[in-house]
């Protein structure tokens, strides 16, 4: 069982629709962080949170450290934020979850 | 400016082989990082070096070797290439251990 799973696998949604991913991990944390990779391959950080809640433009992270448990939302989404989100934990080392493909339809 | 640099973007070469893939990273920052994904685009940390140092080091294989000339530079070295090897590496660095990191476009490894 990986240390970090994400929800779902895969995601399809239309422009404009709220979107949720979801990130759960089972090890002890100093830090969360969440990352998107492009169709291209490129790896971009967006957050890194260790506790409460972060907002970036239509991005918006949250972690509950009780729980275990991070979610990513992305506001009116856009084709362009269609692409690859990865939730990464750093404790005792670095775990990655198997990602979650998102495209947004026009 | 590019950020972070990898050379080359592409490495298609025979098992058995040596091969080197450089990173460059122009932002100042005192760690860099290895990393593997492989054809399931699963990501895992191969190395991290902070300061010249190695302060991380997962189970992989001593084929692979990482070398810092300087704070600037993080050289993935690998002998005796395998099949397996096949995957692309990607480069990054951040300013203090895992930090949010800046990463470089990746090198496409396919061993033949």
């Known amino acids: 069982k990986n240390e970090v799973e994400q929800s779902p696998q895969n995601l399809t949604a239309q422009e404009g629709e709220f979107i949720t991913i979801n990130c759960s991990y089972s090890?002890?944390?100093?830090?969360l962080h969440w990352l998107q990779q492009h169709p291209g391959g490129g790896i971009v950080s967006l957050f890194m949170?260790?506790?409460g809640k972060k907002k970036h433009g239509r991005l918006i992270a949250t972690i509950n450290i009780q729980e275990k448990h991070s979610s990513l939302h992305i506001t009116a989404s856009h084709p362009r934020d269609s692409a690859v989100y990865i939730c990464?934990?750093?404790?005792?080392?670095?775990?990655f979850g198997t990602g979650t493909s998102l495209t947004v339809i026009p | 400016d590019t950020a972070v640099s990898q050379t080359p973007k592409y490495l298609v070469t025979q098992m058995g082989n040596d091969k080197s893939i450089k990173c460059e990273q122009n932002?100042?920052?005192?760690?860099m990082y290895w990393y593997k994904q492989d054809s399931k685009k699963f990501l895992k940390i191969m190395f991290s070096?902070?300061?010249?140092?190695?302060?991380i080091n997962e189970t992989v294989p001593n084929r692979f070797s990482p070398k810092s000339p300087d704070k600037a530079h993080l050289n993935l070295h690998i002998n005796s290439l395998e099949l397996g090897d096949s995957a692309v590496y990607f480069c990054?660095?951040?300013?203090?251990?895992?930090?949010?990191?800046?990463f470089g476009d990746g090198t496409r490894l396919s061993i033949l």
């Open positions: 090890v002890g944390i100093s830090a």
């Open positions: 990464a934990v750093t404790g005792n080392q670095f775990y």
């Open positions: 990054a660095s951040s300013q203090g251990s895992w930090q949010p990191q800046h």
């Open positions: 932002l100042g920052h005192d760690t």
């Open positions: 070096y902070n300061n010249k140092e190695l302060i």
């Open positions: 949170l260790s506790s």
